[in-house]
């Protein structure tokens, strides 16, 4: 079993910053792809960002130029830089690792508020 703990969310004024980190732990051999997803208010959960254990990033169109992933491996960890930081981003922001026939787990969710 793999477990998720994301950290770094909280309130932000629109143009702002911040920093998300969720590390895994549990039983794990490896974590192919890591990444981050979200869901607003009355809305789907969507993918904001994924990284591979060979560094390759994906983006959503929305996110492009504002927001960076990261992650160390070592440390099963997995970052996302926000910046410039928009109302609409508001959601609440879900860690995801994935490990091809092994696990595919998620995190409890952080909420991230970006106030007009």
């Known amino acids: 079993q793999v477990r998720l703990v994301e950290s770094g969310g909280g309130l932000v004024q629109a143009g702002g910053s911040l920093r998300l980190s969720c590390a895994a732990s549990?039983?794990?051999?490896?974590?192919?792809?890591m990444g981050w997803y979200r869901q607003a208010p009355r809305k789907q959960r969507e993918l904001v960002a994924t990284?591979?254990?060979?560094?390759?990033?994906n983006y959503a169109e929305s996110v492009k130029g504002r927001f960076a992933i990261s992650r160390v491996n070592a440390k099963n960890t997995v970052y996302l830089q926000m910046n410039s930081l928009k109302p609409e981003d508001t959601a609440i922001y879900y860690c995801?690792?994935?490990?091809?026939?092994?696990?595919?787990?998620w995190g409890q969710g952080t909420q991230v508020t970006v106030s007009s």
């Open positions: 549990g039983s794990i051999f490896r974590i192919d792809v």
């Open positions: 995801n690792a994935w490990a091809d026939y092994l696990f595919d787990s």
């Open positions: 990284i591979t254990n060979g560094g390759s990033t």
